[in-house]
Structures are given as C-alpha cells and as structure tokens.
C-alpha cells in the first residue's frame, strides 16, 4: 500500500504526541546495584495470562542489564515525581541518587511513593524498528494510588486534574 504522505520522525512525534500516557521507570538489580530507566511506552496486554508490555529503545544501554537480570520492575510514577521521571531519562550517572527505594518482595527495587509497580519477568521480545517490543509477564503487583498520575502529551509533563466527570 502506498503511503500518502511523508512521515518523519517529527511529524510522527507531533501527531503521536497528541495521546497522553502515564510515565513508568523499568528497575532491576543489576550486580547487587539498582539500574532503571524512564518508560513512557507502557500498556496493560492481557489479564489471563497476566502480560504488560513496554518499549525501550533500541539505543538503551539500560535495557540489556534489566534483561540479564530476570527479574524486574515496573513503577508507575506519581505527579510529584517528575524529578525521579527527568533523572532515569538521563544517559549515565547514578539514577538512584537521591531516590528512596526498597526491594520488592522478588528483590527488583521498588520507588517509593509510586502510584503502582509490577514485578516482572521477560516473556518476549520482538522487532518493533527503533525499539524493542518486550512483553512481561506479571509475578507481583500492588497499587496504593495515593496521589493523582504524572502524564506525558505533547513532550511535556502535565498533571490531571483531580475532579472525576462521568
């Protein structure tokens, strides 16, 4: 099929941009020291079996370790963490300076103050271009969503308003 228009990475990141997500940081212990990185691209898969997907970047150095590590974990961010969002996107230095975090009970380090987090482990991995495709399947979770979430929509942060409409 032919394509209609031409679509750059740009084009793709201002339409694509328009579709709000949540921000989650991926967790793993790799040699007796915590690494992560920030994750936008989350989605529940399915219920039965219990599978979550995500996409890191091909060009992740992070990504590998958690891999390697077989057991690891998804943390959905709250609103007052932007600051632990901005400092897992970074390439190198200590991602977990500064952040509080203890191990989960499958020993993947968990944030503290998340709104959720997922214990995992690899089930897949498949081409997605200049990302990997990974699904995980779900050992351990808890939710304890204390505050509202921190939202990503047009390259920002944005926080939701608290007020429910139906």
Known sequence: MMRLSTITPQHMRTALGTFCSGITVVTAMDDDQPVGFTCQSFSSLSLEPPLVSFNPARTSTTWPK?????VFAINVLSSDQVAIS???AQRGNDKFRGV?????PLGAP???????WAECKLWAEYDGGDHTIVVAEVLNLRASP???????????Y????????W
């Open 110 to 116: 968990l944030i503290h103050g998340v709104l959720a």
């Open 66 to 70: 958690i891999r390697d590590c077989g």
């Open 100 to 104: 509080k975090w203890e191990s989960g």
């Open 146 to 156: 204390t505050a509202g979430p921190l939202l990503f929509y047009q390259g920002e």
């Open 158 to 165: 944005h926080l939701l308003n608290q007020q429910r409409h």
């Open 86 to 88: 901005s400092g897992f």
